[in-house]
């Protein structure tokens, strides 16, 4: 079946992310940032402010267990914006490709509540998707089956009109379970096979 909407994650597969986009320049030393990003903030630490946990809950518990990185911690919220690093290559194109197409497209990720507007700011390209669903604002996140329903009921969608890219194997598992294609991205050109395949890009 020709599938007509498109639904994208965010981070590592549209956008360039990583937190040691910023934390090479706080952190200079490589030994040091390794460790700040594996202990002190690691990802599990992310996920729950990804998940809607207030950030000054979060940066207050891991001051108290690592008063030497308090600054460091601190800035994770307020510099989210500097770990952003442009489109992902080729993917600028995509999306030009299928705003040409007309094919409706709608982003679904992990991120947290008040970095929308950081975002957006960023990249407003963003504002021509019909709907952008983030899990700190829904308080549930992929995997799990609620965020996926969430965004097809919010915006009148039929799961099998839908494909969906992202780079987590989990995450593509989670939309199958509810009836959406996927595609574990690995880059532009895979994603632009899929998407031909699709009946989505010439």
Request: with cysteine; aromatic share 10%.
């Amino acid at each position: 079946m020709t599938k007509s909407v498109v639904i994208f994650d965010l981070g590592r597969v549209l956008l360039e992310w990583d937190p040691a986009h910023l934390y090479s320049r706080l952190i200079p030393d490589p030994a040091r940032r390794a460790q700040f990003l594996t202990d002190v903030f690691p990802m599990s630490v992310h996920a729950r402010y990804d998940d809607g946990e207030a950030f000054a809950d979060l940066a207050a518990e891991r001051v108290a267990a690592f008063p030497v990185f308090e600054a460091e911690i601190r800035a994770w919220e307020p510099r989210f914006g500097e770990m952003f690093d442009g489109f992902v290559p080729g993917m600028e194109a995509v999306l030009a490709d299928l705003f040409a197409m007309g094919v409706p497209l709608y982003a679904l990720s992990n991120a947290p509540a008040p970095q929308r507007q950081t975002i957006l700011d960023l990249y407003p390209l963003l504002e021509r998707f019909e709907g952008l669903v983030l899990s700190g604002e829904e308080k549930t996140s992929k995997p799990g089956a609620a965020i996926y329903r969430r965004l097809l009921q919010r915006y009148g969608l039929r799961a099998d009109a839908c494909v969906f890219l992202d780079d987590r194997a989990e995450n593509i598992i989670g939309g199958e379970a509810v009836g959406i294609r996927g595609h574990v991205f690995k880059g532009a050109d895979g994603a632009r096979d899929f998407l031909a395949e699709a009946g989505l890009l010439k």
